[in-house]
């Protein structure tokens, strides 16, 4: 009987043990499948681009990458905190922006890939066509010097302006105007996400905002703008990142889900043409 007993004992201390083996080895083989994951945090303005970066995550994970979303309401700190390596990149900025921060900060980055274009818009609660604006009429533009040339160059394609020959219009300011028949007052003293209250204050005649903060402020930049930036603009949203971390493995996953058709037709479904997907 004591032989019965001493054998049962035994067999019973095997199985635990069994069982305590097995939960290490999935413990460690959980521990192993997230050691694989690569955490990547990425700045980006609330909309689209935090929007369209949530869609990617889960597809990202599959991936190995465990994306981080850091949301910013501005235009300036996502770059500075990119700088100091609080941020592995960030997605708010088209091109020319990025070139001129890299200019005037001595910022050491470069594009990893162009993810869509946000058509900028004119509003206004006043009138409903740019050939209502009254002669001497008010435009309130954003005072970045980066956005300037891009809303300039929108105005001459509208017909309200025209530069001056030979000028570069991705960096034309007010003095590059040639004509403005209309005499338009153009106002420069905003920052550019106080442009949507200033519409909403009825703040002058009309008001140029860009279709992140647009968007953000629950505007229909294809409904609600009065005329919009054509959609082959060359004002391209991009993933910014350090020049060390161009060839970052985690960073090339991103921009290629970010390519991928899911998340386009994600684009392309949720903005109807306010925000444009692109390729390269």
Not at 14 to 19: D, K, M, T
Not at 23 to 46: F, I, P
Not at 53 to 70: F, S, T
Not at 117 to 122: L, N, Q
Request: charged residues 30%.
């Amino acid at each position: 009987m004591k032989k019965l007993i001493a054998g049962i004992l035994t067999a019973s201390l095997a199985l635990s043990l069994a069982a305590c083996g097995s939960n290490d080895k999935s413990a460690s083989d959980d521990s192993k499948k997230d050691a694989k994951e690569t955490k990547l945090v990425v700045g980006a303005s609330n909309t689209p681009h935090a929007v369209i970066l949530k869609k990617a995550q889960p597809i990202l994970k599959n991936e190995g990458v465990d994306l981080h979303i850091e949301k910013y309401q501005d235009y300036v700190l996502p770059n500075k905190d990119l700088d100091s390596g609080d941020l592995d990149a960030n997605y708010f900025q088209h091109i020319p922006y990025l070139e001129q921060q890299i200019k005037d900060n001595g910022y050491d980055f470069v594009n990893a890939g162009g993810i869509h274009i946000e058509p900028i818009g004119i509003y206004s609660k006043k009138y409903k066509s740019l050939d209502d604006l009254p002669k001497g009429a008010t435009i309130l533009i954003s005072n970045s010097v980066a956005d300037q040339g891009r809303i300039l160059t929108l105005l001459e394609a509208k017909g309200l302006i025209t530069l001056k020959d030979g000028v570069d219009k991705a960096s034309a300011e007010i003095k590059d105007i040639a004509k403005n028949p209309k005499n338009i007052k153009i106002d420069t003293k905003t920052a550019p996400e106080m442009l949507v209250q200033m519409y909403e204050n009825k703040e002058g005649d009309a008001v140029v905002i860009n279709s992140n903060f647009a968007i953000d402020a629950g505007l229909v930049p294809t409904k609600d703008a009065i005329a919009l930036e054509d959609k082959d603009s060359p004002y391209v949203n991009v993933i910014a990142v350090k020049k060390e971390n161009k060839d970052n493995e985690a960073v090339k996953k991103l921009v290629d889900v970010l390519h991928s058709k899911e998340i386009q037709d994600f684009i392309n479904e949720e903005w109807k043409g306010s925000v444009v997907p692109v390729s390269k």
